[in-house]
């Protein structure tokens, strides 16, 4: 390239070194900006993602927990209402007979 030939830049203008140059700076500041930019959003997806993956642990300790749970007891136990239900039934009976036997 001789002293003549100047690059031209991307609008087809032929600048000087001093509005080259300039261009240059900013474009790095820019790119500096979204460099800075980036690993902020880098960091904070990082965090986002250890806590998910947290959350993801204790869900599965949890699951495990209630499969453990409801392995270990076939039988359910009966709920209270059912039960005074077949404690009112039994009385009931019971009296039922008492009567009929005293007669």
């Keep these: 390239m001789s002293d003549w030939d100047e690059p031209l ?10 509005e080259a140059l300039q261009r240059e700076i900013e474009k790095s500041k820019s790119l500096k900006v979204d460099r800075l930019r980036l690993r902020d959003e880098i960091e904070k ?15 599965k300790e949890r699951l495990a927990a209630l499969e453990n749970n409801s ?19 039994i009385f009931s009976i019971l009296t039922l007979l008492f009567f009929m036997a005293r007669n």
């Design 71 to 89: 392995v270990g007891s076939s039988e359910a136990p009966l709920p209270p209402s059912r039960k005074i239900m077949v404690f009112a039934l």
């Design 9 to 18: 830049e991307e609008d087809g203008l032929t600048l000087g070194p001093e």
């Design 45 to 59: 997806l990082k965090f986002e993602k250890a806590d998910l993956a947290q959350k993801q642990q204790q869900l």
